[in-house]
């Protein structure tokens, strides 16, 4: 398998996690805290979010949320298609990678859980590959 096309599942995989983050089943009074994000078919708000404390209601915080969600999303599907070859956005699949990684920090960090360090990790090893242009065949 080529690093391409290893880069292009991994950031998709990594895409939909985000996504998949917003049906996490909501814990039952007493279980253990699961991590999840704001979904707009349900109402659900984790008080313990930093997000929870901006002041904003209940519905702000879920809508701020779900903007920050599919923004992140949103742009990196389309990092993935500047890398897949995509000719207008193949000169801008870095930036572009870049903005989708500071969205999904931000996203992380409004809606954090303990389990997103590994979500952490991965953004902060994105950023360093495209700063650093890690692996030289991806940015040639």
Known sequence: ???KLFAI?????????????TSVPL???????????PAWWRDS????????KLGLSSSGTQTLGWILLIISIAIYLLAILGLSGIPVLCPIWQVLMV???????????????????????IDIALITSVTLQIPSSLYK
């Not at 599942?9 to 983050?21: E, G, N, T, V």
């Not at 814990?27 to 994000?37: D, I, N, V, Y």
């Open 99 to 121: 903005i989708a990684t500071v969205v999904s920090l931000i996203l992380i960090g409004l809606y954090w859980h303990p389990w997103f360090v590994l979500g952490v990790l």
């Open 9 to 21: 599942i991994f950031l998709f995989a990594h895409s939909y996690i985000h996504f998949s983050l």
């Open 45 to 52: 708000l984790d008080p313990l979010w930093p997000a929870a």
């Open 27 to 37: 814990p039952k009074p007493g279980a253990l805290r699961t991590p999840f994000f």
């Open 1 to 3: 398998m080529s690093i």
